[in-house]
């Protein structure tokens, strides 16, 4: 992305906020692992969608008041030894560069800084980004800094930024839809390597390696996600990274993974016989996935309710699985679909947007449709990156080999 993207998104979430009003968000910082080693760092993505930077320890500050909107970034200072041992650290031209931001110090200056503008008596209200998945997840800077700011300035009222930037997200603009289009490339890719190489008795992680090799080859960053890549039996844990599971003659293999590009991700699922040949269960289990999901794109358009989505995936599927005589009664769907059938996809794989009432366009979601029918040993799930147009909607994904006649073809040796 280019630094207008980001700079368009910061002046956006501005205009937002309260005039007198003070913004601070972290990017992060790495999680240690045991002894002499930390996990791989991913920033806030909230933060890298504004500012496109991409490291740790990284503050944004922004102060607006009844006129102007002054920002700066606080970043680490070059280091000879530790750049020796862990790499280069972003320096002031590549953050400008990357960012638009003009006004850089170095992270020691921060505490100064923000003291000194609290107490100014010129801001009254102060946003941070205190997003959390779920109540018990690990405390990130921003809410370490938000206890130390009510305690110390009380007088700023906190106001969660998340909740506007979930605003932001939910649009897709042109730069971000074009970036999911080069991801969808690298996912097929990786999908494609797999189906190639499948056979009986290839194992789960087998699997993975081929993914994982033929991503490696668009650049280092890898899957957008970790990888569900499961075979047999393992197909009816949803979410499954053991990898240990061996695929044996007849068995359904089930993955649900994503390449990303320019921090923009996809998700995607397809379930392929291991030998190549649909079994004639496999076959009708697979045909109401496929004849629901083509329905989906069929009549998905502005203004569709977007629980609407999800409900209707359900209800077209059971009509399905109840005519090819798998189901009894439609009211029985939850036997065979065990999750949701949509979920928002962008900056992250689950991307976090205010839920929208109705749909529009510009926004991306997932059509999924998942079918588990553990009596007979099959369970895979169909997923497709949906962008909605002016006018209907299109499949992203579409030409990852999804209709039975093409895998089978595909994976002729």
């Known amino acids: 992305m280019k630094k207008e993207f980001h700079a368009g998104n910061r002046a956006r979430l501005y205009d937002m906020m309260k005039p007198n009003s003070l913004l601070v968000l972290f990017s992060g910082r790495e999680k240690r ?39 700066e970034v606080f970043i680490l200072p ?27 110090q170095e992270i020691a200056a921060f505490a100064g800084r923000f003291h000194r503008l609290a107490l ?27 206890r130390k700011a009510a305690a110390e300035y009380p007088q700023l009222r906190q106001k969660d930024a998340c909740a506007m ?3 932001l997200r939910l649009i897709k603009q042109p730069c971000e839809i074009a970036a999911m289009r080069e991801a969808e490339k690298i996912t097929k890719a990786g999908i494609e390597a797999m ?33 569900i890549i499961s075979a047999g039996k393992n197909n009816f844990c949803i979410h499954y990274y053991s990898y240990t599971g061996q695929a044996h003659d007849g068995d359904m293999i089930l993955n649900d993974v994503g390449g990303y590009y320019d ?47 999800d409900k209707t995936i359900r209800s077209y599927n059971a009509e399905r699985l109840k005519d090819a005589g798998v189901l009894a009664d439609v009211k029985d769907i939850g036997t065979y679909m065990w999750h ?30 998942g079918i588990y029918h553990e009596e007979w040993g099959i369970g895979f799930r169909l997923e497709d990156n949906c962008l909605v147009t002016e006018d209907g909607c299109e499949n992203l994904s579409r030409d990852i080999p999804r209709e039975i006649s093409q895998i089978e073809d595909f994976m002729k040796k």
Request: glycine residues 8%; hydrophobic residues 35%; negative net charge.
């Open 33 to 71: 692992k045991p002894n002499d080693e930390s996990y791989p760092f991913s920033p806030s993505r909230n933060f890298i969608y504004l500012t496109g930077l991409d490291s740790k320890e990284f503050i944004l500050l922004a102060m607006k008041d009844d006129h102007e909107v002054k920002e």
């Open 78 to 104: 070059a280091a000879f030894l530790a750049e020796r041992w862990t790499g280069t650290r972003l320096k002031e031209a590549e953050v400008r560069e990357l960012s638009g931001i003009e006004t850089i």
């Open 120 to 146: 100014s008596g010129n801001y009254s209200h102060l946003y941070l980004d205190l997003y959390k998945a779920a109540p018990g997840d690990e405390d990130t800077p921003a809410f370490d800094f938000s």
């Open 165 to 167: 930037i979930k605003k």
């Open 195 to 227: 189906m190639k190489a499948s056979r009986p008795g290839m194992y789960e992680y087998q699997y993975k390696a081929e993914f994982d090799h033929a991503l490696g080859q668009f650049g280092p960053q890898g899957p957008a996600f970790p990888s």
């Open 263 to 309: 921090n923009v991700m996809t998700d995607v699922s397809r379930g392929w016989p291991c030998n190549g040949r649909y079994s004639e269960r496999q076959k009708l289990l697979y045909s109401c996935a496929y004849a629901t999901s083509n329905h989906m794109f069929e009549i998905v358009k502005p203004g569709m309710k977007m629980a609407d989505v």
């Open 340 to 369: 949701g059938g949509a979920h928002h996809v962008g900056y992250d794989v689950h991307d976090v947007v205010e839920a929208p009432e109705s749909i529009a366009p510009g926004i991306v979601f997932c059509i999924d449709v």
